[in-house]
C-alpha cells in the first residue's frame, strides 16, 4: 500500500496600515484572519461588488482563537499569495450558515446574498 502525501504552502501579504486600522475598528489582526484558511469547513464566496483588478473573496471561517471571521482577499499574481484586505468578526447571521453548512455534508452553492454591502468593510 502506497501512501501519498501532500504538503500546501499558503503565503500572505497584506498592508500593516490596512492591518492596524482593522486592528483598532473590528479587534481583528491580519495575523488571526490568515488562520481561516486553514478551516477545512471555510466558505468562500467571489466578491463581485468589490473585484476591481484582481477577484475579490469573501472567507467565512473559524479562526485558531475560535472565532468565526469574514475575510475579504484575492489571489496576488506574483506567486501563490494571498492577499488579505480586511477582516472582521462574522455577524450572529453569517455565524449561523457558518453553522448549518458546516453541519452538512454537501457543499455549499452560490450564497452569496448573506454578505450585504452594510457588512463588507
Known amino acids: ?10 503565503s500572505f501579504s497584506w498592508d500593516e496600515k490596512k492591518n492596524e486600522a482593522d486592528k483598532k475598528k473590528h479587534g481583528v489582526s491580519f ?10 469547513n471555510a466558505i ?20 485558531q482563537k475560535l472565532r468565526i471571521l469574514i475575510v475579504c482577499h484575492c489571489f496576488r499574481e506574483e506567486g501563490p499569495v494571498i492577499g488579505i484586505i480586511s477582516a472582521r468578526k462574522a455577524t450572529k447571521g453569517e455565524e449561523d450558515v457558518y453553522w448549518s453548512e458546516k453541519s452538512n455534508t454537501y457543499p455549499p452553492i452560490g450564497r452569496s446574498v448573506l454578505f450585504n454591502d452594510n457588512d463588507l468593510i
Open 31 to 40: 495575523d488571526e484572519a490568515r488562520t481561516v484558511f486553514y478551516d477545512e
Open 44 to 63: 468562500r464566496y467571489f466578491d463581485p461588488d468589490h473585484s476591481g483588478d484582481e477577484d475579490g473573496f469573501l472567507m467565512g471561517g473559524m479562526s
Open 1 to 10: 500500500m502506497q501512501n501519498n502525501y501532500f504538503i500546501i504552502i499558503i
